[in-house]
């Protein structure tokens, strides 16, 4: 008897309707080490139903000399003799015989160098092995894929290609007809993949096309360079629509909002997020000038209003104060910010009438520490460049004061980290300073931030000495920098050194001032630093927010259009505290992608009974959030726990993250095993559940004090190390009450 898969007649014509577009000559994926994806040619397809397996044979398109036209050509198989009947590949019925043959062997090139190899033509007894290898242990799978030289040898039961959304596991994807390189439109491709979408985004980058739809999303590749996009003739093709309005661009997504707050009479928001380095910034101030300037023609009043500059003055303060430069971009956001415009009808227009600004998540560790080659935000080096010299003066900015290398929050990233190539920032200064003023911050509350900047410098730069048991004091070379200090600042030099080098342990009947060592006394001085700057940037907010919107302004009368800006993924090579927030609200972000381009959709589909429609399956990162945000086992949950302790500490965060999450793993793995000898549906629903959580948390191989996250960009490794203090992020209350005073 010959040996059988089991698949009934029903399962190998499901099965045989799947592998329809595999015939000779197809062209599919394939993940490569070195290049991420390559194409590769159907040179051979071989089915037999009677067991139930089939056969396909790729050739990698890049193989030495040899295009893919000839691996075609030279597969074409001479007659065999007989040893049984096999389904070719051909578009006859795949149930009728033909015969199988050999394959040409390797050919070589006069100095003797391969330049493509074909595996031999598949037999009968071959495919028997095939079943006999996957059934060897019970429940065994068959279907394989194989690489041998440049052949991609993939072996398929047809019971389990069957087997529903087995075909993206089984099959590799197949390549988009040429005439579809290059689609403005991410959805109107053949076969929607990840290989298949890299490709078209290459392909257009190549052609300085920057700009991709996917259905309403745009899909933005950042050129690290000028590109001639953004003129008043580009935003009047999209507001007017002119010709070559239909191509993608950053304007079309802001006029598409625009329309739909006009028409549908709802408020409208446009997401920028990406990787760090994608360019959200420059985009999202090109969405907020289109607002501002493209719908004055209709209007007959090609100035703008007031509001209308303020609100594209808010985009150098926030630059200023909310931007650095990093490893990966001059200008990355360490803040997130949600502006929405508000719009009134006006005759017969629509016509901005004021806004409104929302910031979070700003990173207030920057102030106090850089990473090498990294800077401190914009304003202060633009400060320090550009500040006059009246103003230097009374900002003890000056003398050996003058320039970034003298302050210890401005140096740490490293030689030549103070300067930025192609920006000037003592010109910067003066447009920070001039914006300041239009968003409604007069001379007296400019000046009043110039003097807490230049206090927070020269705080920086005041260390301290003693040991154990004399409890630490301010270094007498730090006493002329102390003094200048307290005073840019406003308050007492011995109130300030007091809460500086001493504790408050505040007992049922008593206060008690305890010593503090000098590493102490530094975490201190830095919290003080991070916490008047956090307070500075959002002060900073509230005239802008007064300025942007007058009480004249009926907020019940208006429509909005928002646009938010968050810092991007972040993935360096020491990740700490700042990274695991930012990657979390990512993660946030990008299920709300999932949601509406992928579950909505594909929901609107099912409900309209599409036909020749078939699920696109995406990854759903709701395990990944679970892992971060779930209560009460989750790593936020586990992180204010132990801070809430006394004696807890990063390493005692790490170790409770292990036993959650890695020993559960071996528990979940352990209890897996056990399920042959029996076990309850809810038990083993239980166990997938767990090790599907697990699966997102990994133990590092080599170190204690780390712990890495399965991301839906990427894999981040995140230092334990600092997450408590930065979670906490403190001031002692007497240090809020001398600022305070």
């Not at 194409?39 to 295009?67: A, C, H, M, W």
């Not at 997504?253 to 990406?274: L, W």
């Not at 102390?482 to 504790?503: P, S, Y």
């Not at 949601?595 to 696109?616: A, P």
Request: aromatic letters at 10%.
């Amino acid at each position: 008897m010959p040996l059988v898969v089991g698949a009934d007649s029903d399962t190998i014509a499901r099965a045989l309707k799947i592998l329809e577009p595999y015939t000779k000559g197809a062209r599919a994926w394939f993940e490569d080490a070195d290049e991420a994806w390559v194409k590769g040619t159907l040179v051979q397809r071989t089915d037999d139903s009677e067991i139930g397996v089939g056969r396909l044979v790729f050739v990698r398109d890049d193989s030495v000399g040899s295009p893919t036209a000839q691996f075609i050509a030279q597969t074409a198989s001479p007659p065999a003799p007989p040893a049984r009947q096999l389904a070719g590949t051909s578009s006859s019925d795949p149930t009728q015989p033909s015969t199988g043959g050999e394959s040409p062997q390797p050919r070589t090139n006069n100095a003797g160098r391969r330049k493509m190899s074909v595996r031999a033509a598949t037999t009968s007894d071959e495919l028997k092995r095939i079943v006999a290898r996957g059934s060897r242990l019970t429940g065994g799978r068959i279907s394989s894929m194989q690489r041998v030289d440049d052949n991609y040898v993939i072996d398929i039961a047809f019971a389990e290609l069957a087997e529903p959304g087995a075909d993206s596991d089984l099959l590799p994807p197949l390549c988009n007809p040429p005439i579809l390189d290059c689609t403005p439109d991410l959805t109107t491709l053949s076969y929607l993949h990840e290989p298949a979408v890299l490709y078209n985004l290459k392909r257009r980058y190549e052609q300085r096309m920057i700009y991709t739809y996917s259905g309403v999303v745009l899909v933005a590749m950042n050129p690290f360079d000028p590109v001639p996009l953004y003129s008043a003739e580009y935003m009047a093709r999209y507001a007017r629509k002119e010709p070559g309005h239909e191509v993608p661009h950053l304007f079309a997504i802001a006029e598409n909002a625009y329309k739909g707050m006009v028409t549908d009479q709802r408020n409208q928001t446009i997401i920028v997020y990406g990787e760090s380095g994608s360019g959200k910034t420059t985009s999202a101030k090109y969405i907020m000038r289109y607002f501002a300037q493209a719908h004055h023609a209709d209007a007959n009043d090609k100035e703008m209003s007031t509001v209308e500059s303020q609100i594209l003055a808010t985009n150098p303060v926030f630059e200023s104060f909310g931007n650095a430069k990093t490893t990966r971009n001059d200008n990355s956001s360490r803040f997130g910010k949600f502006l929405d415009i508000k719009f009134e009808q006006h005759r017969m227009h629509q016509k901005i009438v004021g806004g409104r600004i929302r910031t979070f998540l700003l990173e207030r560790s920057r102030v106090a520490y850089q990473p090498p080659t990294e800077r401190n935000y914009h304003i202060f080096y633009q400060l320090l460049a550009g500040a006059p010299d009246e103003l230097r003066a009374e900002l003890r900015l000056n003398g050996e004061h003058a320039s970034w290398q003298a302050f210890h929050y401005t140096r740490q990233g490293g030689e030549g980290c103070g300067t930025i190539a192609g920006v000037n920032d003592a010109e910067d200064f003066a447009v920070t300073d001039a914006s300041l003023g239009l968003v409604g911050i007069g001379d007296e509350q400019r000046a009043a931030i110039w003097r807490t900047l230049a206090g927070i410098l020269h705080l920086g730069n005041v260390t301290f000495s003693g040991t154990e048991s004399t409890g630490s004091y301010v270094d007498s070379s730090a006493e002329a920098e102390f003094g200048m200090a307290a005073g840019l600042l406003g308050v007492e030099e011995h109130r300030l050194r007091q809460w500086l080098t001493k504790r408050q342990i505040v007992t049922r009947h008593d206060h008690i001032l305890a010593k503090v060592n000098k590493a102490q006394a530094l975490v201190i001085r830095d919290s003080i630093a991070k916490f008047i700057y956090s307070r500075l940037f959002d002060w900073i907010l509230g005239p802008i927010n007064a300025s942007l919107l007058p009480t004249s302004v009926d907020e019940k009368a208006t429509r909005f259009v928002g646009v938010l800006d968050i810092y991007g993924f972040e993935h360096f090579d020491q990740n700490s505290f700042e990274q695991f927030c930012i990657n979390y609200a990512n993660e946030k972000l990008q299920q709300n992608f999932n949601h509406h381009v992928f579950k909505l959709e594909q929901e609107e589909y099912r409900r309209e009974k599409l036909e020749n429609w078939t699920f696109i399956g995406f990854q759903d990162n709701q395990p990944c959030i679970d892992l971060i945000e779930g209560k009460p086992i989750g790593i936020l949950s586990l992180l204010d726990e132990e801070s809430r302790l006394e004696q807890g500490s990063d390493r005692t965060f790490t170790e409770k993250l292990y036993r959650q999450f890695v020993d559960a793993g071996s528990t979940v793995a352990s209890a897996g095993s056990k399920r042959v000898a029996g076990s309850t549906p809810a038990a083993v629903a239980a166990a997938a559940a767990s090790a599907a959580d697990v699966s997102y948390f990994r133990k590092p191989r080599f170190s204690n004090t780390a712990f890495t996250i399965r991301h839906y960009a990427h894999d981040v490794t995140y230092e334990g190390d600092g997450f408590l203090e930065k979670n906490k992020d403190t001031v002692p209350d007497e240090i809020l009450e001398l600022l305070c005073s």
